[in-house]
């Protein structure tokens, strides 16, 4: 599910190099706020219920976000663990503090691990929202890329 807000989604060339990425691009946002959404079938990428209900795996979560060195921006993570009813049973969310115009470049890291997770795990809903703080027209928001999602099982 993609929204396009403002002048919506384009994607660019980093500006900056996001270590271990395979690409070095990255969904760029607009003026007003764009957002992107996607759901993980677990089963349909392999993993099966007695898995997913053995106590014994993480769920870790990552997502890179940065600017424009001339407009600041700002961005949204929410991570949803839902069941086959695509009921929610956890969630994460992370709102950091916007990035200021002139600021060479930056970008950050955000990750979770949810652990001592809930039986009946079948859904990941993963969605990140972006938008620039000097409201320009074009694509001056949030630069969004290498955004994972990975199971692990745990040895016991």
Known sequence: MVQHGGDGWVVEVNRSTVPGAPS???FVSSFSWCRKKQVLDLEEEGLWPELLDSGKIEICV????GARHDSGC???LLV???DANQTVLDKFSAMP???Q???NNVC??????FSNIKMGVRFVSFEHWGQDTQ???GHYGARVTNSSVVVRAQLS
């Open 80 to 82: 949803q663990l839902l």
């Open 135 to 137: 409201f320009w027209a």
């Open 101 to 103: 115009q002139w600021n």
């Open 97 to 99: 503090v916007p990035i």
């Open 108 to 113: 950050f890291q955000v990750t979770h691990v």
């Open 24 to 26: 070095q691009t990255c």
């Open 74 to 76: 700002m961005y949204r």
């Open 62 to 65: 990552s997502d890179w976000w």
